[in-house]
Protein backbone atom coordinates (compact mmCIF):
# COMPACT_ATOMS: atom_id res chain seq x y z
CA UNK A 1 0.00 0.00 0.00
CA UNK A 2 2.66 2.84 1.19
CA UNK A 3 4.20 1.44 -2.49
CA UNK A 4 1.20 2.80 -4.45
CA UNK A 5 0.83 5.59 -2.68
CA UNK A 6 4.20 6.84 -3.54
CA UNK A 7 3.99 5.97 -6.80
CA UNK A 8 1.07 8.05 -7.00
CA UNK A 9 2.09 11.15 -5.30
CA UNK A 10 5.48 10.95 -7.65
CA UNK A 11 2.82 10.55 -10.88
CA UNK A 12 1.13 13.33 -9.04
CA UNK A 13 3.88 15.54 -9.04
CA UNK A 14 5.26 15.25 -12.49
CA UNK A 15 1.27 16.01 -13.40
CA UNK A 16 1.50 19.47 -11.51
CA UNK A 17 5.17 20.38 -12.78
CA UNK A 18 3.66 19.75 -16.36
CA UNK A 19 0.46 21.43 -15.69
CA UNK A 20 1.70 24.66 -13.94
CA UNK A 21 4.36 25.14 -16.66
CA UNK A 22 1.38 24.92 -19.02
CA UNK A 23 -1.26 26.79 -17.31
CA UNK A 24 -0.84 30.50 -17.09
CA UNK A 25 -3.20 30.52 -14.05
CA UNK A 26 -3.80 27.56 -11.48
CA UNK A 27 -5.03 27.91 -7.92
CA UNK A 28 -4.35 25.54 -4.78
CA UNK A 29 -8.48 24.69 -4.75
CA UNK A 30 -8.59 24.13 -8.57
CA UNK A 31 -5.70 21.70 -8.51
CA UNK A 32 -7.46 19.89 -5.08
CA UNK A 33 -10.19 19.24 -7.24
CA UNK A 34 -8.51 18.18 -10.55
CA UNK A 35 -6.19 15.79 -8.95
CA UNK A 36 -8.82 14.68 -6.30
CA UNK A 37 -7.02 15.26 -2.84
CA UNK A 38 -7.14 17.68 -0.55
CA UNK A 39 -5.55 21.52 -0.52
CA UNK A 40 -3.35 20.85 2.16
CA UNK A 41 -1.82 17.69 0.28
CA UNK A 42 -1.27 19.84 -2.99
CA UNK A 43 0.45 22.74 -0.82
CA UNK A 44 2.61 19.93 0.61
CA UNK A 45 3.20 18.73 -2.95
CA UNK A 46 4.35 22.43 -3.71
CA UNK A 47 6.75 22.60 -0.87
CA UNK A 48 7.67 19.55 -1.66
CA UNK A 49 8.55 20.40 -5.62
CA UNK A 50 10.46 23.69 -4.38
CA UNK A 51 12.66 21.59 -1.71
CA UNK A 52 13.76 19.89 -5.06
CA UNK A 53 14.67 23.61 -6.57
CA UNK A 54 11.49 23.88 -8.87
CA UNK A 55 11.39 28.01 -9.63
CA UNK A 56 7.58 27.73 -8.17
CA UNK A 57 5.83 31.33 -7.57
CA UNK A 58 2.83 32.04 -5.41
CA UNK A 59 0.81 35.01 -5.33
CA UNK A 60 -0.65 36.09 -2.34
CA UNK A 61 -4.32 36.39 -1.18
CA UNK A 62 -7.74 34.44 -1.88
CA UNK A 63 -7.85 32.91 -4.86
CA UNK A 64 -3.53 33.51 -5.50
CA UNK A 65 -2.21 31.34 -7.95
CA UNK A 66 0.36 29.70 -8.15
CA UNK A 67 2.66 29.15 -11.34
CA UNK A 68 5.90 27.39 -12.66
CA UNK A 69 8.63 29.29 -14.23
CA UNK A 70 8.19 29.00 -18.17
CA UNK A 71 11.67 28.75 -18.65
CA UNK A 72 12.19 25.81 -15.98
CA UNK A 73 12.89 22.37 -18.11
CA UNK A 74 14.72 22.77 -20.91
CA UNK A 75 17.54 20.22 -21.01
CA UNK A 76 15.73 18.29 -18.37
CA UNK A 77 13.23 16.30 -21.11
CA UNK A 78 13.74 11.98 -19.68
CA UNK A 79 13.15 10.07 -22.89
CA UNK A 80 13.14 6.18 -21.98
CA UNK A 81 14.81 3.90 -24.69
CA UNK A 82 12.08 3.21 -27.27
CA UNK A 83 10.83 7.26 -26.95
CA UNK A 84 14.70 8.23 -27.69
CA UNK A 85 14.31 6.00 -31.23
CA UNK A 86 11.03 7.23 -32.25
CA UNK A 87 12.61 10.53 -31.71
CA UNK A 88 15.43 9.81 -33.38
CA UNK A 89 14.24 7.99 -36.64
CA UNK A 90 12.14 10.75 -36.47
CA UNK A 91 14.79 13.58 -37.28
CA UNK A 92 16.34 11.04 -39.59
CA UNK A 93 13.02 10.92 -41.53
CA UNK A 94 13.04 14.56 -41.29
CA UNK A 95 16.73 14.98 -42.67
CA UNK A 96 16.05 12.51 -45.55
CA UNK A 97 13.44 14.48 -46.69
CA UNK A 98 15.57 17.33 -47.08
CA UNK A 99 13.17 20.34 -45.85
CA UNK A 100 14.78 23.29 -45.39
CA UNK A 101 12.00 24.99 -42.42
CA UNK A 102 13.16 24.08 -38.95
CA UNK A 103 16.19 21.91 -40.06
CA UNK A 104 19.16 23.78 -38.55
CA UNK A 105 19.20 21.85 -34.99
CA UNK A 106 18.09 19.02 -35.92
CA UNK A 107 21.67 17.37 -36.63
CA UNK A 108 23.27 18.76 -32.94
CA UNK A 109 19.48 17.57 -31.65
CA UNK A 110 20.47 13.62 -33.19
CA UNK A 111 24.04 14.01 -32.15
CA UNK A 112 23.17 14.75 -28.67
CA UNK A 113 20.84 11.45 -28.49
CA UNK A 114 23.06 9.01 -30.35
CA UNK A 115 25.66 10.48 -27.40
CA UNK A 116 23.40 9.21 -24.79
CA UNK A 117 23.01 5.58 -26.05
CA UNK A 118 25.48 3.20 -24.58
CA UNK A 119 27.22 1.36 -27.93
CA UNK A 120 24.78 -1.97 -28.08
CA UNK A 121 22.18 0.47 -27.95
CA UNK A 122 23.47 3.01 -30.64
CA UNK A 123 23.87 -0.25 -32.83
CA UNK A 124 20.31 -1.26 -32.13
CA UNK A 125 19.29 1.90 -33.41
CA UNK A 126 21.51 1.45 -36.73
CA UNK A 127 19.85 -1.31 -37.67
CA UNK A 128 16.29 -0.10 -36.84
CA UNK A 129 17.62 2.59 -38.91
CA UNK A 130 18.23 0.19 -42.08
CA UNK A 131 14.97 -1.16 -42.13
CA UNK A 132 13.22 2.36 -42.92
CA UNK A 133 13.14 3.06 -46.46
CA UNK A 134 12.55 6.99 -48.02
CA UNK A 135 10.97 6.75 -51.65
CA UNK A 136 9.60 9.15 -53.85
CA UNK A 137 7.06 11.17 -52.60
CA UNK A 138 3.37 9.31 -52.97
CA UNK A 139 0.86 10.24 -56.55
CA UNK A 140 -1.79 12.92 -56.19
CA UNK A 141 -3.99 9.73 -56.16
CA UNK A 142 -2.87 8.18 -53.74
CA UNK A 143 -2.42 10.83 -51.27
CA UNK A 144 -6.11 12.07 -51.73
CA UNK A 145 -6.76 8.45 -50.40
CA UNK A 146 -4.58 7.78 -47.74
CA UNK A 147 -5.90 7.76 -44.16
CA UNK A 148 -4.88 8.26 -40.45
CA UNK A 149 -4.49 4.49 -39.65
CA UNK A 150 -6.17 3.35 -36.34
CA UNK A 151 -3.94 4.21 -33.44
CA UNK A 152 -3.94 0.20 -31.93
CA UNK A 153 -2.63 -0.35 -35.04
CA UNK A 154 0.24 1.99 -35.58
CA UNK A 155 1.54 1.04 -31.53
CA UNK A 156 1.23 -1.91 -32.42
CA UNK A 157 3.00 -1.96 -35.64
CA UNK A 158 5.49 -0.33 -33.87
CA UNK A 159 6.00 -2.69 -31.65
CA UNK A 160 6.23 -5.74 -33.58
CA UNK A 161 8.23 -4.14 -36.03
CA UNK A 162 10.63 -2.98 -33.41
CA UNK A 163 10.72 -6.71 -31.67
CA UNK A 164 10.60 -8.60 -34.94
CA UNK A 165 7.55 -10.42 -33.89
CA UNK A 166 4.77 -11.57 -36.54
CA UNK A 167 1.26 -9.49 -36.69
CA UNK A 168 -2.56 -10.69 -37.34
CA UNK A 169 -4.23 -8.38 -39.26
CA UNK A 170 -7.31 -7.87 -41.03
CA UNK A 171 -6.32 -5.64 -44.44
CA UNK A 172 -8.99 -3.73 -47.29
CA UNK A 173 -7.14 -3.66 -50.11
CA UNK A 174 -7.43 -1.03 -53.13
CA UNK A 175 -10.76 -3.02 -54.32
CA UNK A 176 -12.36 -2.67 -50.86
CA UNK A 177 -12.16 -6.87 -50.09
CA UNK A 178 -10.83 -7.45 -46.46
CA UNK A 179 -8.79 -10.62 -45.31
CA UNK A 180 -7.00 -11.85 -42.68
CA UNK A 181 -3.26 -11.92 -42.66
CA UNK A 182 -0.79 -12.95 -40.70
CA UNK A 183 2.69 -10.71 -41.50
CA UNK A 184 6.35 -10.15 -40.70
CA UNK A 185 7.08 -6.65 -40.67
CA UNK A 186 10.77 -6.53 -42.41
CA UNK A 187 10.67 -3.10 -43.35
CA UNK A 188 9.08 -0.17 -43.67
CA UNK A 189 8.46 2.25 -46.37
CA UNK A 190 7.90 6.37 -46.33
CA UNK A 191 6.26 7.62 -50.08
CA UNK A 192 5.43 10.51 -48.17
CA UNK A 193 2.98 11.35 -46.73
CA UNK A 194 1.31 7.44 -47.29
CA UNK A 195 3.85 4.53 -44.95
CA UNK A 196 3.97 0.84 -46.16
CA UNK A 197 4.85 -2.22 -44.29
CA UNK A 198 6.93 -4.74 -46.18
CA UNK A 199 6.16 -7.81 -45.15
CA UNK A 200 6.37 -11.62 -45.79
CA UNK A 201 2.62 -12.34 -46.22
CA UNK A 202 1.73 -16.03 -44.83
CA UNK A 203 -1.54 -16.33 -46.34
CA UNK A 204 0.32 -16.13 -50.14
CA UNK A 205 3.34 -17.21 -49.12
CA UNK A 206 5.16 -14.20 -50.33
CA UNK A 207 6.79 -11.07 -50.44
CA UNK A 208 3.91 -8.28 -50.17
CA UNK A 209 3.62 -4.71 -49.61
CA UNK A 210 0.58 -3.43 -47.29
CA UNK A 211 -0.25 0.46 -46.66
CA UNK A 212 -0.74 1.24 -43.04
CA UNK A 213 -3.32 3.08 -43.99
CA UNK A 214 -5.56 -0.08 -45.36
CA UNK A 215 -4.78 -1.68 -42.36
CA UNK A 216 -7.98 -2.21 -40.36
CA UNK A 217 -7.03 -4.00 -37.14
CA UNK A 218 -3.53 -5.61 -35.80
CA UNK A 219 -2.90 -8.22 -33.16
CA UNK A 220 0.47 -9.53 -32.22
CA UNK A 221 1.51 -12.51 -32.12
CA UNK A 222 4.91 -14.01 -29.88
CA UNK A 223 5.94 -16.03 -33.09
CA UNK A 224 9.65 -13.98 -34.21
CA UNK A 225 11.27 -14.19 -37.77
CA UNK A 226 14.49 -13.46 -39.49
CA UNK A 227 15.40 -10.47 -41.26
CA UNK A 228 15.00 -11.13 -45.01
CA UNK A 229 17.84 -9.09 -47.32
CA UNK A 230 16.40 -5.49 -48.23
CA UNK A 231 17.29 -5.98 -51.79
CA UNK A 232 14.41 -8.18 -52.06
CA UNK A 233 12.22 -5.77 -51.01
CA UNK A 234 13.19 -3.35 -53.28
CA UNK A 235 12.81 -5.17 -56.36
CA UNK A 236 9.22 -6.06 -55.43
CA UNK A 237 8.81 -2.00 -54.86
CA UNK A 238 10.28 -1.32 -58.09
CA UNK A 239 7.72 -3.94 -59.92
CA UNK A 240 4.95 -2.07 -58.14
CA UNK A 241 6.18 1.30 -58.83
CA UNK A 242 6.31 2.47 -55.75
CA UNK A 243 10.36 2.74 -56.35
CA UNK A 244 12.05 4.85 -58.87
CA UNK A 245 14.31 2.98 -61.33
CA UNK A 246 17.45 3.08 -60.34
CA UNK A 247 17.19 1.10 -56.90
CA UNK A 248 19.24 3.96 -55.64
CA UNK A 249 16.38 6.67 -55.44
CA UNK A 250 15.51 4.44 -52.19
CA UNK A 251 17.44 5.18 -49.67
CA UNK A 252 17.47 3.65 -45.96
CA UNK A 253 18.19 6.02 -42.86
CA UNK A 254 21.07 4.11 -41.43
Partial sequence: MARTKTYDRLKRLDLLAAQLKQDSHCTIKDLAAQHNVSERTICRDLQLMRDQGLPIDADRGRGGGVRLDQNWGVGRLNLNYTQAVDLLISIAVAEQMNSAIFLANLGSIRRQLVASFAPDKRRQV???K??????PTASTPVQNTNAPAPSRVIQTLHQCFLTQKNIAITYCDEAKRTTDRHIE?????????VW???AVDHLRCDLRTFRCDRILSAMATEDRFQLHPKQAF????EQKGLLRLPSDHTQSLA
Avoid at 130 to 135: D, E, K, P, Q, Y
Fill in 126 to 128: DRI
Fill in 130 to 135: SRILIG
Fill in 185 to 193: PHYLLLNYP
Fill in 196 to 198: YVL
Fill in 234 to 237: VQLL
